[in-house]
């Protein structure tokens, strides 16, 4: 099924590792967005890329770091993780900004730092 | 600068009951404005949108929100909640632009 694909679904981390999370869409999209989902918080923005070649800062950027690979993949780095860091975090394209676009999202990646 | 309110983290109904969500905004521009839909253990899944044509928008699962301007509101509705309709939802305005705001969520109970 087309859609987008995070990888992994579930992760442990102890305080300080780094790692990255994958992300992949097959439905051509431009734009691409990493969000995080804390408790009672809704979904915040992390960073988005408009567009192949660019990435922006969102609401909640410090801690990471992200790559628009190609059109498909956008990933997100954590380099040291904090405890802070621990959350949900989801993937998301849509077609291009504007135009009432709404976002198709993947299933998320449940990470713990401890 | 958007945000977005909806009013109850929690709400409970009775199936077969109307399932009423409160989600308020504000915006400095014309918004779009969404619902989605979050199953436990997935993604957020859209339900519906407005996008300046009709103001009263249907969705899936028999689930519609009307637009009011004058009362910067996008309630989600449902005439016979199900069991099934057990979820978090959120609620979402966009700017037209790259700006993209969700609600903090109302997680829907279906009592039996």
């Known amino acids: 099924n087309a859609g987008v694909t995070q990888t992994p679904k579930f992760q442990v981390l102890k305080t300080g590792q780094s790692m990255t999370l994958q992300c992949a869409q097959d439905?051509?999209?431009?734009?691409m967005y990493w969000y995080r989902q804390d408790p009672g918080m809704g979904l915040r923005l992390i960073y988005y890329?408009?567009?192949?070649?660019?990435?922006d800062k969102g609401e909640v950027p410090n801690g990471y770091n992200v790559s628009r690979l190609n059109k498909r993949e956008f990933s997100l780095r954590l380099e040291s993780a904090a405890p802070s860091q621990t959350s949900v975090y989801f993937c998301a394209s849509r077609v291009d900004r504007g135009l009432g676009y709404g976002y198709t999202f993947g299933s998320g990646t449940r990470l713990t730092v401890v | 600068a958007q945000s977005v309110t909806q009013l109850g983290s929690h709400v409970s109904v009775s199936e077969g009951a109307l399932v009423l969500l409160r989600c308020n905004y504000s915006s400095s521009v014309p918004p779009y404005l969404f619902w989605y839909v979050q199953y436990p253990n997935q993604g957020l899944q859209l339900l519906l949108k407005y996008t300046s044509a009709a103001t009263l928008v249907k969705g899936i699962n028999g689930f519609e929100a009307e637009f009011k301007k004058s009362e910067t509101s996008f309630h989600l509705t449902k005439p016979s909640a199900h069991m099934s309709d057990a979820a978090e939802y959120f609620c979402a305005v966009s700017d037209r632009g790259q700006n993209f705001v969700f609600g903090p969520g109302t997680r829907l109970s279906v009592l039996p």
């Open positions: 890329s408009a567009s192949e070649g660019t990435t």
């Open positions: 439905m051509n999209h431009n734009s």
